[in-house]
C-alpha cells in the first residue's frame, strides 16, 4: 500500500505531489434554510487582497467556475460577505473561504437532539 496515493472513486490522485482531489458535489438535494427575517441584511465591503495575490485568486475563481462550483452574484444582492485568502503552499495557491459570520446570524438553527446511549439500547 503506497501511503502517497489516494484513491477516490475510482480516480488516482498523488499526494506526495500535491495533486488536488476534484472537489465533490452533491447533485438533486434542496436545502431549505431558515432565515430570520428580523435580521437587517449586511452587505459588507470586499477586502482588500495583497496585490502579490491577485492573480492567484482571479486564477482560482475561475477555476471554482468552470468546475460549477460558484456561481457569479446577480447584480442586486440584499446580503455581501467578505472573501477571505490565505496563501498556502508558501505562495504558490491560495485558499479562498467566505467571511459568514454576519449572515450567519439571520440563520435559524435546527435542533436534532442526539439520542442517548441508553435510548439507543
Do not use: Y
Not at 452574484?73 to 454576519?102: F, N, Q
Amino acid at each position: 500500500m503506497d501511503l502517497g496515493i489516494l484513491k477516490i472513486e475510482g480516480e488516482v490522485f498523488n499526494v506526495a505531489k500535491k495533486e488536488e482531489p476534484p472537489i465533490g458535489k452533491v447533485k438533486g438535494l434542496q436545502v431549505d434554510v431558515k432565515i430570520d427575517e428580523k435580521v437587517v441584511p449586511v452587505q459588507q465591503p470586499a477586502r482588500r487582497l495583497p496585490i502579490p495575490l491577485e492573480e492567484l485568486v482571479e486564477s482560482k475563481l475561475q477555476d471554482l467556475l468552470k468546475q460549477d462550483i460558484i456561481e457569479p452574484a446577480p447584480l442586486r444582492i440584499t446580503w455581501a460577505s467578505p472573501l477571505v485568502v490565505t496563501p498556502k503552499d508558501g505562495g504558490r495557491s491560495v485558499r479562498l473561504c467566505v467571511d459568514m459570520r454576519r449572515a450567519n446570524e439571520a440563520i435559524i438553527p435546527e435542533r436534532h437532539p442526539l439520542p442517548t446511549f441508553d435510548e439507543i439500547q
